[in-house]
């Protein structure tokens, strides 16, 4: 695992992954952000998608402009993205998705949103590659994990996660999994 002083070195770049950003319930998670950038490293934030506009006060503007959303891009882009890593890491990308299809019980519609979020995960990769992050980080251990726990092993850097109790006790998927690959 992973020391806190290690993690936050100057030296390194963290992704941080998050449903949404920003949002009036994840002040936290802002703060958090903040607070790793204070310290000197350097933090790219990804979120699935973008907050609604009520949600999003002046201040907000320049994080949203900040963010990268994966639901703001072309669907060809992550088409492209996972033909890109299918054929370049094979071995990975489809270990992943069969790890992410059998992990995620045999509730039909509970696969089939793990199977997008591995695609997501995949164009996470793609736009993470380009930052050459060090680390990602999932703050929630929810359905959405799936993300950046792929784009993390094709990218070859580890990840880790923030659990909250929502994430442990109100339905969890594939929880022990992803805590267990988790730094």
Known sequence: HVHENQLLSPARKIAYVVSVFPSLTMTFVDREIQEVRRRGVKVVVLAIQRPSAPEVNIGDNR???????????????????NFRFALTKPRIYLSMLFYVVTGSNNNIPTQVKSVLHFVEGVLAAELLKRDRVTHIHAHFADKATVVPMVAAKLLGVRYSVTAHAYDIYANPVMLRKKLADAA
């Open 63 to 81: 994080k949203v402009d900040a963010t990268r959303y994966i639901f703001s891009l072309p669907w060809f882009d992550c088409v492209r993205a």
